[in-house]
């Protein structure tokens, strides 16, 4: 009532209206069942992609042979962080080229194809840095055993290689993901191939990069330049 009342309610207005009210009902104990308040729709803002150019530089960015690995990774793979600090030794499968991607979002496991370029990178990595379980393992739990690299600890990996890149663009690990799976569209990997590989639970969530991707369509232009033609 409060959006549809008023001639141009802004969005801003409407969500401190709905934190206050939620607020002032946690504090007199009144439950959500009595009073439903209206849920806050997301911005639906188009994602950040890398050029190829980009993501090749971003690449050879890092001097450790590990961290250019994680990169790789979460780029040739279009895996979510959680799902790179999750990969165990046994889900590499490296004989069948087909790592096996286990309790993604949604509790979701998919297997994604591999190429012969990442299978060296891996192998070559196990041979000089031999991780235990995990394969990129983080500090010991309090008992001394094995726990894989925080999520955090990516993100680490990922600001150090932007700045050092010089990439202007904001950069973070689902940036990776988002170049996945706008590049497999543009080189001609269908749209339900592509959710199935990125381990979408619908199809809408994989429409979006429609929006970002340069497929079988016309490239956009100013009709200043059907005007002023050079």
Known sequence: MLKSKRKTPFDIFF???VYGLRYLYRIFDRTESRVILPSIERQKALPVVLSQQEVRLLLKTP????HRLMMALLYGWGLRNYELCNLKL?????ERAQPH??????RKDRYVPVCDLLIRGVKTYLQAEKPVEYLFNGQADKEGGFTGISTRGVQWVMRQ??????????????TLRHSYATHLLEMGTDIITLKDLLGHGHIETTLIYLHVARVSRALPFSPLE???PQ
């Open 15 to 17: 969500k401190h209206t």
């Open 63 to 66: 001097k450790l042979l590990k």
């Open 90 to 94: 046994v889900h590499l499968d490296l």
């Open 101 to 106: 991607i286990q309790q993604g979002k949604g």
């Open 161 to 174: 290689a932007r700045q050092h890149s010089g990439i202007k663009k904001q950069i973070t690990a689902h």
């Open 226 to 228: 059907k005007l002023y």
